[in-house]
């Protein structure tokens, strides 16, 4: 119960796009919000994107209005659609689910994505 495992990523152009996909050993439900984040190297891991149990989301500001994250329950699945890449999106990318009571973070062991300019 909790394992992670995202797949999706990969070389594209600027401006293309990437769709990632975390896939969930069990009921995504279960978890109170799920998200993506990604680390570029000699950086800090950053948040990109978050969905609720209750369907909202939230946006890094770098990615608002080209980053997309959905939610298929059925799927126990979570993706992160990205259009219009740019060189600065290239970061391992990591899917994040967390559990309030108890406190608990899942981590997946990321799928790399790399933006040619």
């Known amino acids: 119960q909790g394992q992670l495992v995202e797949s999706g990523g990969g070389l594209v152009q600027a401006g293309g796009s990437l769709r990632l996909s975390c896939a969930a050993s069990?009921?995504?439900?279960?978890?109170?919000?799920m998200g993506w984040y990604r680390q570029a190297p000699g950086k800090q891991r950053d948040l990109v994107a978050t969905i609720f149990s209750s369907g909202s989301t939230n946006y890094a500001d770098s990615v608002k209005g080209r980053f997309t994250i959905s939610r298929d329950n059925a799927k126990n699945t979570v993706d992160l659609q990205m259009n219009s890449l740019k060189p600065e999106d290239t970061a391992t990318y990591y899917c994040?689910?967390?559990?309030?009571?108890?406190?608990?973070?899942?981590w997946g062991k990321g799928t790399l994505v790399t933006v040619s300019s």
């Open positions: 069990g009921n995504i439900l279960s978890f109170n919000v």
């Open positions: 994040n689910g967390k559990r309030w009571v108890p406190s608990i973070d899942y």
